[in-house]
C-alpha cells in the first residue's frame, strides 16, 4: 500500500505544479508584450450567456479622436503612435459584440457631436432614432522609459447620452510594460496598452448593463 501512496501523492503534486504553471503561463501572456502572436480580441460575453445588451448605439467619431496622436521617446529617437485609428477600429469591434446594433459616423469634431444632441439641431432627427448616442474620447495617454523597460498608459472615456437627456459614461484603463527585446517594440506596447483600455471600457459597461436597458 505504501508505494501507491506514494505513487497517488506524486501523481498529485505533479497535476497541481502543471495547473499552476498553465494559470501562471496565461497571466504572463495577457500582460506581456514580447510575444509576436500576442493578440487580444474583444471578450463576446455571450459565451457566458450574456447576449448583447438589446440597444442601438450610433457611435460618433469626431476628427480629433480619428486623429490622435501620442508622440514618446525610445532611445533618443521621436516615435509617433497614431493611436486615434486604432481606437476606432478597435471600438468598432468591441461594440460590434456587445450591443445588438451599432452604425458609426465621422463628425468634424467633438463639439459638432455634441450640438448634433440638441432637438434645436438639424441631425437630432436621425440621432434620436437611436437609443444612446456615444462619444469618445482620449483622457490620457503617457509613456515611460528606464531600467530596460518601456511603460504606456492609455485612459478612454465614452459617453452615452440616451434619448430622454440622461448619460452613462464608462471610462476603460490600460497599461503595459515591455522589456527592450528584440522581438518587442513601442508600437507593441502602444497597440497592447490600447486593447486593455478598450476591454477595460467593455467591463465597465457590463457592470452597468441594467442601465441601458431600464
Known amino acids: 500500500m505504501k508505494p501507491i501512496k506514494i505513487v497517488v501523492v506524486f501523481f498529485l503534486f505533479f497535476t497541481l505544479g502543471c495547473a499552476s504553471m498553465t494559470d501562471s503561463d496565461q497571466r504572463i501572456s495577457r500582460k506581456s508584450a514580447d510575444s509576436p502572436e500576442n493578440v487580444l480580441t474583444p471578450v463576446d460575453y455571450s459565451q457566458f450567456g450574456r447576449p448583447p445588451i ?3 448605439i450610433l457611435l460618433l467619431i469626431p476628427s480629433e479622436f480619428e486623429r490622435f496622436e501620442h508622440v514618446s521617446n525610445y532611445e533618443g529617437s521621436s516615435l509617433r503612435h497614431r493611436l486615434g485609428r486604432d481606437a476606432e477600429l478597435e471600438m468598432r469591434d468591441a461594440f460590434g459584440i456587445e450591443f445588438a446594433k451599432v452604425e458609426v459616423w465621422p463628425v468634424r469634431s467633438e463639439t459638432r457631436a455634441t450640438e448634433m444632441l440638441s432637438p434645436r439641431d438639424s441631425e437630432n432627427t ?11 474620447k482620449f483622457l490620457r495617454v503617457d509613456s515611460t522609459e528606464g531600467n530596460e523597460k518601456y511603460g504606456f498608459e492609455i485612459d478612454l472615456q465614452v459617453e452615452f447620452n440616451a434619448k430622454n437627456g440622461s448619460s452613462i459614461t464608462v471610462k476603460g484603463h490600460g497599461e503595459s510594460m515591455i522589456g527592450k527585446y528584440a ?3 513601442p508600437e507593441k506596447g502602444a497597440n497592447l496598452t490600447l486593447q486593455y483600455a478598450i476591454s477595460a471600457l467593455l467591463d465597465g459597461i457590463e457592470k452597468r448593463r441594467n ?3 431600464r
Open 211 to 213: 442601465l441601458f436597458v
Open 54 to 56: 438589446p440597444v442601438k
Open 126 to 136: 436621425h440621432v434620436r432614432a437611436y437609443d444612446y448616442v456615444a462619444i469618445p
Open 183 to 185: 522581438q518587442s517594440t
